[in-house]
Nanobody, 126 residues
Framework: QVQLVESGGGLVQAGDSLRLSCAVSGRTLSRYAMAWFRQAPGKGREFVAAISWDGGDTYYADSQKGRFTISTDNSKSTVYLQMNSLKPEDTAVYLC???????????????????WGQGTQVTVSS
């Protein structure tokens, strides 16, 4: 059974940085893409960033380009989301996901992913 556990969330001020981590356990997801989504109160789940199974391609939502960076460690046991220049509108629960996603157009959709974490809260004050 695959488990994804997020950490690193917290309360920060606008302009600050945070690095989220997603620890993968259960089995190796060597050919799985990894992604981050977020869900704000009263809103639907929103794509944030994704990285292909081989790390060769990354994808970002337009509002995160240039501010957020997704990466993995060499063993793909941990996925990171470096978030810089945080804004109050970035406040949300951030969820890690893993899936056998290969088509570039599919990375942006939550239903393409097989496994999900419980999420970590990020709150950005103005």
């Amino acid at each position: 059974q695959v488990q994804l556990v997020e950490s690193g969330g917290g309360l920060v001020q606008a302009g600050d940085s945070l690095r989220l981590s997603c620890a993968v356990s259960g089995r190796t997801l060597s050919r799985y893409a990894m992604a981050w989504f977020r869900q704000a109160p009263g809103k639907g789940r929103e794509f944030v960033a994704a990285i292909s199974w081989d790390g060769g391609d990354t994808y970002y939502a337009d509002s995160q380009k240039g501010r957020f960076t997704i990466s993995t460690d060499n063993s793909k046991s941990t996925v990171y989301l470096q978030m810089n220049s945080l804004k109050p509108e970035d406040t949300a629960v951030y969820l890690c996901a893993a899936g056998r996603v290969y088509r570039s157009s599919s990375f942006f959709y939550g239903n393409a992913y097989d496994y999900w974490g419980q999420g970590t809260q990020v709150t950005v004050s103005s």
